[in-house]
């Protein structure tokens, strides 16, 4: 998934609404929290939104903070523990057939609709075809593509109604692969592959996740979405397992950067934020370490090359000349700050079965680094005296800007390169990338799953995330083969050549692996840490004890 970044605050009205409404919430009064709108009664978790939501549709959503979001209102077939392994989710249980094939799910009987309906089959029918229909124009569409005929879906070559997936019954979901994938559960449980409530899709196709409109199968509702503001919300008490459930709503506020979140969440405006602020984690470490979270994520920040026109276009080279005068150690050290590791590959350390690849320049002396991409930079036919003029487009927030200034440094110095630094919000800056309307920039992918095809697959050339739209044939057809053996051991090592081959092309310069970063309010109950980020809001509860309201 698409990592991004805070944007800036809504009009003054929107904030005072927030404020209010924040108010009035901790209250307790009001009716009780359910599958409609309305005020809640009971605990209100309040957590940081980081950018402003891309989109609520399970089957567009594209940025990682808006999926989890999404993941407190809705529920795949499976989901993840705490630990971030595959659990059972809608479906109780599943089996898998002797060749690995085909993979039969029992859905649970009481899984409910936030308006009361059963979860059946072929809801989850309708969203994986939904998902991989080109009229979606999903940029998940190629994600489950080890389901059978999801590639001739997506081109246009065969009908949605061809996609691997049937409902023999209300209860039964089968799934037919095109080739074994074990993964598959694990894959299962993101927002993407969730199921539609068809009636509400059929009278509102364009915009069904909406407040008011959206129906939820997930622990919580949507009540509210203040753009640049909050998006509220409420308890689905028609949850399978709302037994489980502690809390009455959740309250995701949206705030410009890491600093002002910090403020709000010292005033006691916020339970739990996104990130971190950089600038301030030695002061965080000395008076907050109580409750500071720092724990290894399954992310890869980089810079993207447009490989669709000059300069970087059939120029591997010159793409391996920026990345090898940047000092990755020295950006961890200096100016992130808390723990990332220098990333010299794309898959980070921690997936499941995998020993990650590097470049081969890892390890060498930075001084014959710089010797190298000096000569690289001058068969591209640039110098000091005919330098590199480029424009390095990021998303809004301290760490991004940090970087940047850090990284177009290094290049101004050892190659003499002139790069213009344009900052724009998230949204604005996906679409532009999607136009081709950017030479250079800054994004970062973190795993669906945990396993490194979901870091192989998104620059496969099908793959409609693939940002700096990479084409390699050589590539493409090791991933094919690896996501067609049986065999773990070959599986990993055509995973591992592809990784290897691909870093030989410099598609993009990895930059670092992230590390989780919250605050967390010691009136939080149940909190917890994981290599996927994910922490869902149905595990967690309020105390009084503590609050600073």
């Given at each position: ?65 808006a999926q989890g979001i999404v993941r407190d209102l809705c529920e795949g ?73 999801t590639g001739d879906i997506v081109a246009g070559r065969k009908p949605p ?301 099908d793959f409609g995330l693939n940002l700096p739209r990479y084409r390699s ?77």
């Amino acid at each position: 998934m698409t990592r991004g970044a805070s944007r800036p605050l809504g009009a003054a009205a929107a904030v005072i609404a927030v404020l209010a409404l924040c108010s009035c919430s901790r209250g307790g009064s009001g009716p009780a929290a359910s599958g409609a709108a309305g005020s809640p009664a009971g605990p209100v978790l309040v957590r940081g939104a980081g950018p402003e939501p891309d989109s609520l549709d399970p089957q567009k959503v594209r940025g990682s903070e808006a999926q989890g979001i999404v993941r407190d209102l809705c529920e795949g077939l499976t989901t993840l523990d705490k630990s971030a392994h595959v659990a059972p989710g809608v479906a109780s249980r599943w089996s898998v057939s002797a060749d690995g094939k085909v993979y039969t799910f029992t859905l649970r009987p009481d899984a409910r609709w936030s308006n009361g309906e059963r979860v059946v089959a072929a809801d989850f029918v309708a969203g994986l075809r939904r998902l991989v229909d080109p009229a979606t124009a999903s940029g998940y569409a190629q994600y489950a593509d080890v389901i059978a005929n999801t590639g001739d879906i997506v081109a246009g070559r065969k009908p949605p109604e061809a996609l691997g997936v049937g409902a023999p019954d209300d209860s039964t979901v089968v799934v037919t692969l095109s080739a074994p994938a074990p993964y598959l559960p694990a894959l299962l449980s993101h927002p993407s592959t969730c199921p539609v409530h068809r009636p509400t899709l059929a009278s509102h196709p364009d915009g069904f996740a909406r407040p008011g409109v959206m129906l939820s199968d997930g622990a919580f509702v949507l009540s509210e979405w203040v753009p640049g503001s909050y998006v509220l919300l409420l308890r689905n008490r028609y949850y399978w397992n709302d037994a489980a459930t502690r809390l009455a709503a959740v309250k995701y506020l949206i705030i410009s950067d890491e600093n002002a979140e910090l403020a709000r969440y010292r005033s006691g405006e916020l339970d739990v934020t996104a990130v971190v602020p950089r600038g301030q984690f030695d002061w965080i470490r000395e008076h907050l370490a109580g409750e500071l979270h720092v724990s290894p994520q399954l992310t890869t920040y980089y810079y993207g090359f447009n490989l669709r026109r000059a300069p970087f276009s059939a120029r591997p080279k010159l793409r391996r000349a920026l990345s090898l005068v940047i000092d990755r150690e020295k950006l961890a050290a200096l100016v992130l700050r808390v723990g990332e590791l220098p990333a010299y590959g794309w898959v980070p350390p921690g997936v499941d079965d995998y020993t990650p690849k590097s470049f081969d320049y890892r390890g060498e002396p930075l001084a014959a680094r710089i010797a190298e991409a000096q000569r690289l930079y001058r068969e591209a036919g640039y110098s000091r005296a005919r330098p590199l003029e480029l424009e390095l487009a990021y998303n809004a927030g301290e760490v991004h800007t940090k970087v940047a200034i850090a990284v177009t440094s290094m290049w101004k110095e050892a190659l003499g390169a002139e790069v213009r630094l344009t900052q724009v919000e998230f949204k604005s800056l996906l679409q532009n990338i999607d136009r081709g309307d950017v030479e250079l920039f800054r994004s970062s992918w973190a795993g669906d799953y945990n396993d490194a095809y979901t870091f192989a697959q998104y620059l496969k050339s099908d793959f409609g995330l693939n940002l700096p739209r990479y084409r390699s044939t050589a590539y493409d057809a090791l991933l094919t083969r690896a996501a067609a053996e049986v065999d773990l051991g070959r599986r990993r090592a055509l995973l591992e050549e592809a990784e290897r081959a691909m870093l030989a092309d410099h598609p993009l310069i990895p930059l670092y692996f992230y590390v989780n970063k919250h605050l967390v309010k010691p009136r939080v109950l149940g909190w917890y840490d994981n290599v996927m980020n994910v922490t869902y809001s149905r595990d967690l509860g309020l105390s009084s004890i503590g609050q600073n309201r």
